[in-house]
């Protein structure tokens, strides 16, 4: 597997009084195409590993590479390729949405004569041509995190990496929000956004992290996590039946070894939990009993639970 992010054992010390261990060992591994959620508390080092990670920050120890080129001495390289959404990123609010991408443009080495073309094209595909010649200081917070998106997009780099991007957006700005990073995804980017706001962007995120007290506490695909979680804590499955004694099939799911609960939700579902991986006996009863089934669901853990029980886990 490609990838685009790889920490190796960082460790960030800031020499206050007394000293911060922002980062205590963080080992990570990103993999390229792909949304990746960076999920933990304010405080748990988030900030701190981006900085790092874009040669803002040095580490105390480890190392860090991004793209293949190593932090600490190809940054200048990493900043070429990689966007940039930081948090309480702010704009010159007195010239206009074009202006501020054409000078922010020739900052990052766009050719004059070139960027007032990107920076048209852009403001298109984040939603924001009709106010292009409006002034900033006349803008809602989500125009200014669609411009904050223009702005990260200006250089077409590989990877985007955005720092709570949702934070004071509306419900409507967060759902745009989404939708857009997943297709900057089918255009071949990889995305990856911390936050610590888990309901906003779970959903849409293939790969994660969790980060607590500067430690990584879990990381890899959803489907990793998810099933490492319910091997524990179990599995739970949601059952229509279109026909069918839906009670004398209860108490025969009931038979199954490891069933931890049955319940019955109205007249044709079930909710099945078990402490095993029962998909294909629970099926086998539908088969057998003559059951015509509507839908048979694995169910998944909410954000939040996956959040809580790996966050125990340290």
Known sequence: MEYVIECENLVKVFKSKPPVRALDGVSLKVPSRCIFGFFGPNGAGKSTLISILIGLTLPTSGSAKVLSYDTLHES?????????????????????????????????????????????????KVGLSDRANTKVSTFSRGMKQKLGIAQALLKNPELLIFDEPTVGVDPEGVIQFREFVQSLVKDGKTVFLSTHLLRDL?????????????????????????????????????????????????????????????????????????????????????????????????????????????????
Not at 77 to 92: A, D, N
Not at 93 to 105: E, M, R, V
Not at 215 to 234: D, F, Y
Not at 283 to 295: N, P
């Open 76 to 124: 200048l390289e990493i900043r070429k390729r990689v966007g940039i959404l930081p948090e309480g990123f702010s704009f010159y609010d007195n010239l206009t949405a074009l202006q501020n991408l054409k000078y922010l443009g020739m900052l990052d080495g766009i050719p004059p004569d070139e960027v007032e073309k990107i920076a048209i094209e852009i403001l298109n």
């Open 202 to 314: 779970g959903v849409v995120c293939s790969h994660t992290a969790i980060i607590r007290k500067g430690k990584i506490v879990a990381q890899g695909s959803m489907e990793e996590l998810t099933q490492k979680m319910k091997g524990v804590k179990g599995y739970g499955y949601e059952i229509h039946i279109k026909t069918g004694d839906v009670n004398r099939l209860a108490e025969e799911i009931k038979k199954l070894p490891q069933i931890v609960e049955v319940k019955m939700e109205g007249a044709n579902k079930l909710k099945v939990f078990s402490g095993e991986e029962l998909g294909n006996e629970i099926f086998m009863l539908l088969s057998k009993g003559g059951y015509q089934v509507e839908a048979m669901v694995s169910l998944k853990p909410e954000w939040e639970d996956l959040y809580k029980f790996y966050s125990e886990a340290i």
